[in-house]
Structure formats: structure tokens, C-alpha cells
């Protein structure tokens, strides 16, 4: 195995890695190994509960065993990026995880096929008494008027929740010959008959099916979603199965139909305590029960370990997670296209914050151009991140950044817009605060990167990186030539100089380019100038 997995302690050359990983699930090595094999990565395979000091972190990998809480996240102030191997974040306290502008992401496709084949095996075993028959057979008894079962044939499967499990195991039944029946409530109509299947109410689900399975998220709306209430309303017979997340079938309302008959049997993969300690629920005859293997085949286990160390590793290298749970999600061609956007809206951010340095109320992003046709949400959010990171004494990126800006009372939005004022594309940013207003519009060029091409309605155009002075002075003879010998006396080097005027005589800026950061020393000399009423430092 690669060099840079700790096995308990890391080495002083793993320490010096510039990410660290902690793995606190068991997770399939293969499915690691794009992290494994990164030079930038150092990963422990450790429970969390059992790590000392959980501060170096930057990302932390879970499966279902660890419970990411807000306790958790405090403990490692360090955390960028929680990944979930497997489709569920009930475990992941997602409200925390914003707050302390964590991202979450999820494999949402690695375990699809393995969950839905393991109900259906479940629904076929059900049914058919396999595991009872099993039971006896290896018993020594040869019994088999008590395992006559039922075909699925001709039976009505109701489904709840059609997701991307829901959606495979619709087309399983449907090669059983199985009616269908439902229940989504954000399934459009588009796209049920797209997947030919009927949408229905979840009483037209509970009245009408023989066979009820769900595959919904467990949240305050689904837990006990099958409960005293709902389960009545199931007509005599039928059977539940829940490989989705314990918790959603009520456990003493399915105990309760199990032992009036009402309920047939049930399949359970999940449960409300992990690992189940409900012997009156596992005694009963017509239950079978697996301990949460539905996701645990050897394909489905490489997949999502595979898919989640992808996406740490690109995520921390800079590129936006493409399956965040609390992030817009990107894919890659589209984040190719927005990419050189995302890098000149955060720069544009952290200009304005540092030369907007009063209390600001609103933020207006204006888009036109090609830039129009992209996905602007993100840039918005990656300028605004730009903006509030040098404010705040937190960590601000792209998932917390409205929670943040909300907290201070700064609302902020996009619109589209005609003008580009002789570009292909321009993004140009309004701030908005008590007692000024401060304007900055930026462009991409392929063969020259971002630029900005305009500070508060003064034509410039600069690279924004580096070092740089920021002056407003009167455009007068003689007022550059001593800015610049004044910078040649504190041994200041100008690497480039833009100077922008709306008339002759009148005020003007200049934006310098220097190769070192200036000290509190250089800017106050600066204001000695005549002529010059205003200079600071921007660090892009």
C-alpha cells in the first residue's frame, strides 16, 4: 500500500503533506487508492473516537458509523470537506456542517445497483419464505407445506420515494410483470411517464399496493412515515420493506399490525437502532431482517470509496464538489466553462472587500455577454466568499456564504444585463454600504486570464494578483513621478502601473503593481503627497 496511509501516528514526512485525511469508516482500499497514491495527500484509516488531535485535519471520509455532529466538527476547525461513501447524510448534522462552511458530498450512483437488487431479493424472500425454509431445511426438517409463498406476478408494488433506487427497482418489476403505484412528491408528471410509471397519492399508495418498499431520505417529514396512522390504511396483507434508513416504518405500529395479521410480513435491512436490539420485532416468523448489507456488495463498496476520493481530492485541490449535498452542484463540463469565472468573481470579491472597508448593506452582481449563458449561481457565491472572507473571523466559502452575509445583514444578487462595454463578457459588481458605493467590472480573456477592467467608473486594465497599491489622487503633473520615487526610496519595485482618468485635471487612480507586500510606513508617505487623498494595499 502506498506510503502516505497512517496506520496510527503519522511520520514527520506524512505531517508535512499538504492535505491530511482521515478515514474513521471501514472503506474498500481500492476505492481509496486516488488518494492513496496522491503525493499532496497524508491518510489515517482511524475511528475518530480514537484520534487524539483532530485539529490537522482538512477532510474527514464516513460511512455509516460515524455521526458527524456539530461536537465533531468543532473538534477539527481545520475541516474543508466531510464525504459520505454512500447515498444517505442522516448521519451528518448538515445544518452544522454549513455553518462552519463545511461541504458535505455524497456518492449518490455508487451504491445504487447494489440496494436496489438487495430488495428485491428481499421482496423475493419475503414472499417466498426462502430464509424460514432454509432455516428448517438446514435443521434437518424437510417441512414444505409451511413455506408455500406467493408469486410477484400480477402483485401491485408500491414505492416511496423514486429517486435513483426507487427508478432501478421500477424497472426490476417490471420484467416481474408488476403493477406500479408511486409516490414522490417532487416526481413531475414529465418524468413519470418518461419512466412509465403512475403517480399516485400516499393514500392511493397505501390503499392499492401489496407490496410496500420505501427509499426516501430519513428526515422530520419521513421518520415514522409508516407509523399507527398510515399503516391502517394499508389494506389486510400486505408486506413492508424498508432498505432505505431505520427509523421511516414506526417499529411498535409495524409490531403492533404484525400481531393482528394485518401486516403480512416485513423485510427489514434497517432499523431504528443499530445494531438492532429488538428481539420482540426479530421473533416474530413473518420478519426477516439483514444488518444493513443492502449497499455491501464488493462492486458497490469500491464505487462509492472511489467516487468520494475523487471528489476530496479535487475539491481540496480547488475545483467545486460536483455531489455536494449543501453546495449547487456542478458537473465537470460545466464547471470547465465556469471555471475561469469562478477564479475572476472571487478575486473581484476580495478586491471590493478590501477597498469597500465600511459596513456594506447590498451586493449586486451584474452579468453580460457569453458569460450569461453559464451557470452564474456559483460565480455570485464564489464573489461574495471573496468579499466576506477577510470580514469574518470564520472560514467563508461557497456553502456558508448566504448563512454569513444573512448574519450581517447584507443581502446580495444577480441579474443579466445588455451592456459589456466592448468586452465578449463582463461581470460588473455594485457594493453598496451606508454612506458609499464602490463599482468594479471584471472580464475573461482566453490568451490573457482575468482582468479588471474597471474600478469605481475609471477605465483601467490590470491583472488582479499579487501585490498591489491602490491610489485616488488628482490628476495633476508631477503626482506619479514622486509616488514613484517615493516607492524607489523604501526599495519598492513597480512591476506594472495602471492609470485611469474620467477628464483631464480631475480625479484620477492608480493601480500598482509592486513585488513585495508595503508596509503601514509606505502608504502613510503616500498620503504625505500632495495631491494623493487616498492609497492602501490590495493582496490578490
Not at 234 to 256: M, S, V, W, Y
Not at 527 to 532: C, V
Amino acid at each position: 500500500m502506498n506510503k502516505q496511509v497512517i496506520a496510527d501516528h503519522p511520520t514527520e514526512s506524512q505531517t508535512k503533506a499538504k492535505y491530511q485525511i482521515l478515514v474513521s469508516d471501514s472503506m474498500s482500499k481500492e476505492g481509496l487508492l486516488p488518494l492513496l497514491e496522491s503525493n499532496q495527500v497524508a491518510c489515517i484509516e482511524k475511528n475518530v473516537n480514537d484520534v487524539d488531535d483532530l485539529s490537522p485535519f482538512d477532510a474527514l471520509l464516513v460511512r455509516s458509523a460515524t455521526t458527524v455532529t456539530d461536537e465533531l466538527l468543532a473538534k477539527m476547525p481545520n475541516l474543508k470537506i466531510v464525504a459520505r461513501a454512500g447515498v444517505g447524510v442522516d448521519n451528518i448534522d448538515l445544518d452544522a456542517a454549513t455553518k462552519r462552511g463545511v461541504v458535505v458530498v455524497n456518492a449518490p450512483d455508487g451504491n445504487t445497483i447494489s440496494t436496489a437488487e438487495h430488495t428485491f431479493a428481499m421482496i423475493m424472500s419475503l414472499l417466498r419464505n426462502i430464509p424460514q425454509a432454509v432455516a428448517s431445511i438446514k435443521a434437518g426438517e424437510w417441512n414444505r407445506k409451511a413455506f408455500q409463498g406467493y408469486e410477484l406476478r400480477g402483485k401491485t408494488l408500491g414505492i416511496i420515494g423514486f429517486g435513483r433506487i426507487g427508478t432501478q427497482l421500477a424497472q426490476r418489476a417490471k420484467a416481474f410483470e408488476m403493477p406500479l403505484l408511486v409516490f414522490d412528491p417532487f416526481l413531475t408528471k414529465s418524468r413519470a411517464e418518461k419512466l412509465g410509471v403512475k403517480t399516485a397519492s400516499l393514500d392511493e399508495v397505501l390503499a392499492g399496493a401489496d407490496i410496500i418498499t420505501v427509499h426516501t431520505p430519513l428526515t422530520k417529514e419521513t421518520k415514522g412515515l409508516l407509523g399507527m396512522k398510515t399503516i391502517a390504511k394499508t389494506k389486510p396483507g400486505t408486506f413492508l420493506i424498508n432498505c432505505a434508513r431505520g427509523g421511516i416504518i414506526d417499529e411498535q405500529a409495524l409490531k403492533h399490525y404484525l400481531a393482528n395479521g394485518h401486516i403480512a410480513g416485513a423485510a427489514l435491512d434497517v432499523f431504528e437502532e443499530e445494531p438492532a436490539t429488538d428481539k420482540e420485532l426479530l421473533a416474530f416468523p413473518n420478519v426477516i431482517g439483514t444488518p444493513h448489507i443492502a449497499a455491501s456488495t464488493k462492486e458497490a463498496q469500491l464505487n462509492v470509496a472511489a467516487q468520494v476520493s475523487e471528489e476530496v481530492l479535487q475539491f481540496l485541490e480547488g475545483e467545486p464538489a460536483s455531489n455536494s449535498i449543501n453546495l449547487p452542484t456542478l458537473s465537470k463540463e460545466v464547471y470547465e466553462k465556469v471555471k475561469p469565472y469562478y477564479e475572476l468573481t472571487k478575486k473581484m470579491g476580495n478586491i471590493l472587500s478590501q477597498v469597500m472597508r465600511t459596513p456594506v448593506q447590498e451586493i449586486d452582481v451584474n452579468y453580460g455577454g457569453t458569460v450569461t449563458g453559464l451557470e452564474t449561481s456559483i460565480t455570485t457565491r464564489s464573489l461574495m466568499a471573496g468579499f466576506l472572507q477577510p470580514r469574518v473571523d470564520a472560514a467563508v466559502n461557497d456553502v456558508n456564504v448566504s448563512l454569513i452575509a444573512k448574519e450581517r445583514g447584507i443581502s446580495f444578487g444577480e441579474k443579466q444585463i445588455n451592456h459589456t462595454y466592448g468586452y465578449s463578457n463582463i461581470v460588473h459588481a455594485v457594493v453598496r454600504g451606508e454612506d458609499r458605493t464602490f463599482e468594479l467590472k471584471g472580464t475573461y480573456i482566453k490568451e490573457y486570464g482575468p482582468r479588471i477592467v474597471n474600478v469605481n467608473g475609471f477605465n483601467v486594465d490590470f491583472t488582479p494578483s499579487g501585490h498591489l497599491i491602490y491610489i485616488q489622487h488628482n490628476d495633476r503633473p508631477g503626482v506619479i513621478g514622486r509616488m514613484g520615487q517615493l516607492l524607489a526610496e523604501h526599495k519598492v519595485n513597480i512591476a506594472t502601473m495602471q492609470v485611469g482618468r474620467k477628464e483631464e485635471g480631475g480625479e484620477a487612480i492608480m493601480m500598482v503593481a509592486v513585488d513585495k507586500l508595503v508596509d503601514d510606513s509606505v502608504i502613510k508617505a503616500l498620503l504625505n503627497i500632495d495631491d494623493i487623498h487616498f492609497a492602501d494595499t490590495i493582496e490578490c
